[in-house]
């Protein structure tokens, strides 16, 4: 769940846990439904006779469908600003895939506040560092360090 803070209060959270979202899993369907929209039907996505005989020994996630997932996974633990009247994604600044998601795993989202920009206009930029854990694994599927502008009324 997230937590509401004051623009003057988000320098308190710096370089800190924000919050861990819940586990969400990764099926097949999903997988495949990814594959269509991005027209990305590698076999190691969505083949499980092929990819049965890589060395993941199934199919796995795109890592674009794991990035993709940032918005859903880290609503709920990512800060909330007074008075913001939105939050725009604005990109990220380093994004590394680590470790493959393999089909029916789950992931969660482990949220770090790392900088806060004043910009124009009643504007800030936060940026945090995402680490997408997997269920049971040791490393991680992913890190991003991801830019959100926030806009204030």
Known sequence: MSKTVSKEQLKDYLGKETGVSDWFEIDQDRINQFADVTMDHQFIHIDPVAAAKTPFGTTIAHGFLTLSMLSHLASGSMLQVEGAVMGINYGCDKVRFL?????????????????????????????????????????????????TMVVLG
């Open 99 to 147: 470790s493959p998601v393999k089909v029916n795993s789950s992931i969660r989202a482990r949220v770090k506040l790392m900088d806060v920009t004043e910009k124009a206009g009643g504007r800030l930029l936060l940026k945090s560092e995402i680490t997408i854990e997997i269920k049971d694994e040791k490393h991680p599927a992913m890190i991003a360090e991801w830019l």
